[in-house]
């Protein structure tokens, strides 16, 4: 299953599919905000649901005031 997530930064944006892609995500750029991604190292949807949400709040750490949403 992919996800969506939208970020507030767009230049930003490629440097979290990189991080992403590192980490074993595929992800692909649908907009200029807007990525999809698919975490296939999950065993179901939920699971990568949580998984990525994680990910984004250690993400987003590092990059204060960046907004984050994923949605199915």
């Known amino acids: ?4 997530l939208e970020l507030s930064d767009e230049e930003l944006l490629a440097d979290l599919m990189d991080t992403l892609a590192r980490h074993g995500c595929l992800a692909d750029r649908i907009g200029s905000h807007a990525c999809r991604i698919a975490y296939p190292r999950t065993w ?4 990568a649901q949580l998984e990525l949400r994680f ?6 750490a590092n990059h204060p005031g960046v907004v984050a949403v994923l949605s199915s």
Not at 1 to 4: E, G, I, Q, T, Y
Not at 55 to 60: D, G
């Open 44 to 47: 179901t949807a939920r699971e």
């Open 55 to 60: 990910f984004l709040r250690a993400w987003q």
């Open 1 to 4: 299953m992919a996800l969506k």
